[in-house]
């Protein structure tokens, strides 16, 4: 089983809804940090800024009333877990004797404190995460490296993703998608593919 994180096991980690949350608490302009960040974006999520040069472009490319380890902070307490689907995907794992494998966009920095936080390491195989390898979806070639890695045919997979362009991109590579909006329909598609619990 491949599963995205942001949008599937907990919230996303630097999205849109914390962004807009942070301009609001720091008295920041949205616009510019926004357009700040999406230049940026791609290539922290590859791993080749750390945080701290991100933020250097992003935020603190002009001085600030606030320190950097308080904006640091605040976006490490931004996420919130999906407990009915980490314990879902926690009782398939141990049923089925399944290889967990996620595939995420995500900076170093929050990538591995979220890891850390909500314990996912303690049911997930391996992390195929954009910052460690330095490639990101939709780039088909990251579902390429994870199909190596996890040495199972890819019509035996089944993707868990929130965002249809990305379960389309593997899909195209014979990867069994699933969109996921709720814990409810992803269950009941699961369950229909033999896996329920």
């Not at 640091?72 to 967990?100: G, N, S, V």
């Not at 595939?103 to 314990?119: A, D, M, P, T």
Request: aromatic share 12%.
């Amino acid at each position: 089983m491949f599963l995205d994180i942001g949008g599937v096991l907990l919230t996303n980690a630097w999205g849109h809804v914390s962004r807009r949350k942070a301009a609001d608490t720091f008295n920041l302009n949205y616009c510019d940090i926004d357009v700040r960040h999406h230049l940026n974006q791609v290539t922290y999520e590859e791993g080749k800024l750390t945080l701290d040069e991100y933020l250097n472009r992003v935020v603190f490319h002009e001085k600030r009333d606030f320190t950097p380890d308080q904006f640091r902070e605040f976006m490490f307490t931004q996420t919130t877990p999906f407990m009915d689907m980490i314990e879902l995907i926690r009782q398939l794992k141990e049923k089925y004797r399944l290889k967990i494998a996620v595939i995420n966009n995500e900076g170093r920095e929050l990538n591995e404190y979220r890891i850390k936080k909500f314990q996912l390491n303690r049911f997930v195989d391996f992390f195929i995460s954009s910052c460690f390898i330095h490639l990101r979806k939709p780039d088909a070639d990251i579902f390429r490296v994870a199909l190596d890695i996890a040495q199972v045919p890819a019509e035996q997979i089944v993707y868990i993703e929130d965002l249809q362009m990305f379960v389309d991109v593997a899909s195209d590579l014979g990867i069994r998608g699933i969109r996921h909006k709720n814990y409810l329909s992803t269950s009941a598609e699961l369950a229909s593919m033999g896996l329920e619990i």
